[in-house]
Nanobody, 114 residues
Framework: VQLQASGGGLVSAGESLKLSCRTA????????VGWYRQAPGKQREFVAN???????NYADSVEGRFTISRDNVKNTVYLQMNSLKPEDTAVYYC?????????WGQGTLVTVSS
């Protein structure tokens, strides 16, 4: 099982970024995939996830600003992040659970300047 996150970068407050999580090694269309983030000095926290049925869940802090989606042909999950704030600065990781084990991508850094 492999997950590869990409799309991070440096943006100003109010701007947008779109993250991608490419996956391989499991039946993608049957799995929930989520995004998490870890800011400097803080614990990793849930951001959003999307189920096999395309139901979505969001953390309160990103609801209305971030949108998670999936492409079952490309085996990829996306996170569209709009109206970014400095407090969104973090390393963003994608994750899935397969056969009772969690698999994480390597993380992509998002930095939002004020």
């Amino acid at each position: 099982v492999q997950l590869q996150a990409s799309g991070g970068g440096l943006v100003s407050a109010g701007e947008s970024l779109k993250l991608s999580c490419r996956t391989a090694g499991f039946n993608f269309r049957l799995n929930t995939v989520g995004w998490y983030r870890q800011a400097p000095g803080k614990q990793r926290e849930f951001v959003a996830n999307i189920t096999s049925g395309r139901s979505t869940n969001y953390a309160d802090s990103v609801e209305g600003r971030f949108t998670i989606s999936r492409d079952n042909v490309k085996n990829t999950v996306y996170l569209q992040m709009n109206s970014l704030k400095p407090e969104d600065t973090a390393v963003y990781y994608c994750k899935t659970t397969y056969r009772d084990r969690n698999y994480w991508g390597q993380g992509t850094l998002v930095t939002v300047s004020s």
